[in-house]
């Protein structure tokens, strides 16, 4: 067994150690390093050492990697070629500080959803910023939606923003986007947030309310029907005696 020091560039760019075999895959390793970031998708970071990548498929030992060594962690959509990074800086704008307590929890989330395999990402920028793809169901089959989940230093004690980006036709009776991207679900309430709650069921509840449209409890009319004298519109009795004294 070795430790390796890993000085990542993404996720919350916080240097770290990871325990390994020689014998390890350089991927297996990448899985773990990736997790510890809170990094939801593998495939968008590398490992590399000494300013080469490394190839997932071959093991530890085949770099002659030994205790202490350090990799770096970097975007794999930076890279350039099979093997080479000696053109590029990685240097990135620092990544504010993370509580302990919140990596922990995002690294622990991380793993579940890529456990679970749920089309949710976060930006390997900024662990902070998720995305998700709801498949639309019912009247909404075949549309596929963007929602925004922004998550706040003090998660998971505050409920993060969920912004539904993806116009949906017909309107859905419990989801907003064309004015604020609400979606209108009592877990999904300020006053009704639990730290309990997870990203993972965050994606779940945003299925719900797209297969259970609840048209009986709509979100109250933005635009009020106009009015005149402080009457209803639609109350044409009294216009038209309104008319008849004034002719």
């Not at 003090?154 to 116009?167: A, D, E, L, N, S």
Request: with cysteine; hydrophobic share 35%.
């Amino acid at each position: 067994m070795i430790k390796l020091v890993v000085d990542p560039t993404v996720g919350f760019a916080t240097p770290a150690t990871v325990e390994c075999e020689p014998t390890d895959a350089v991927g297996t390793v990448l899985n773990k390093v990736a997790s510890d970031q809170g990094i939801t998708d593998v495939q968008s970071v590398s490992l590399s050492y000494n300013g080469k990548v490394l190839d997932n498929k071959k093991r530890i030992k085949e770099y002659g990697l030994r205790d202490g060594d350090t990799l770096q962690l970097v975007p794999s959509h930076r890279i350039v070629g099979e093997s080479s990074l000696s053109s590029f800086s990685f240097s990135y704008p620092p990544v504010s500080d993370f509580p302990p307590e919140l990596r922990e929890r995002l690294a622990w989330e991380t793993k579940l959803i890529r456990v679970k395999k749920l089309p949710v990402k976060n930006d390997i920028y900024n662990p902070l910023h998720w995305t998700t793809i709801i498949r639309g169901s019912g009247r909404w089959g075949g549309q596929n939606s963007t929602v925004e989940i922004y998550l706040s230093k003090r998660y998971p004690r505050v409920m993060p923003k969920i912004v539904w980006k993806t116009k949906l036709v017909p309107k859905h009776p419990n989801i907003f986007p064309e004015t604020t991207g609400w979606v209108c679900l009592s877990s999904l309430d300020d006053k009704n947030w639990r730290p309990t709650q997870t990203i993972a069921s965050i994606y779940e509840d945003l299925l719900y309310v797209m297969d259970h449209p609840n048209w009986h409890h709509r979100a109250p009319q933005r635009n009020p029907v106009p009015r005149y004298n402080n009457q209803p519109r639609n109350n044409g009795l009294i216009h038209r005696i309104a008319n008849i004294l004034r002719g």
